[in-house]
Nanobody, 116 residues
Framework: QVQLVESGGGLVQPGESLRLSCAAS????????LDWYRQAPGKEREFIAR???????SYKGSVKGRFTISRNNDRNTAYLQMNSLKPEDTAVYYC??????????WGQGTQVTVSS
């Protein structure tokens, strides 16, 4: 069973940065797309960013220009660099590894809190 483990969350002040990591337990990472989602208290989980297996990227409008998704297939790891964080970015952040032909895996989430 493939496992995804997110890390890098924490408490930061508005305007600061964090880098989240999502590490896969098995060496199949390179053939999967990787999404980041987040869920704030009382809200539905929402899509934030995607990097495809061939490194095409896309973003939710509210994070475009502030967040950058990347991947290192040699390390089976994806990243979400988050700059200029705002209080409304506070949420639990999840990574999702998937492909159209089958396979869909979620991590356990990492908490990001942006507060002064």
């Amino acid at each position: 069973q493939v496992q995804l483990v997110e890390s890098g969350g924490g408490l930061v002040q508005p305007g600061e940065s964090l880098r989240l990591s999502c590490a896969a337990s098995e060496n199949i990472f390179s053939i999967y797309h990787l999404d980041w989602y987040r869920q704030a208290p009382g809200k539905e989980r929402e899509f934030i960013a995607r990097i495809t297996y061939d490194n095409a990227t896309s973003y939710k409008g509210s994070v475009k220009g502030r967040f950058t998704i990347s991947r290192n297939n040699d390390r089976n790891t994806a990243y979400l660099q988050m700059n200029s964080l705002k209080p409304e970015d506070t949420a639990v952040y999840y990574c999702n590894m998937w492909r159209g032909s089958g396979g869909n895996y979620w991590g356990q989430g990492t908490q990001v809190t942006v507060s002064s």
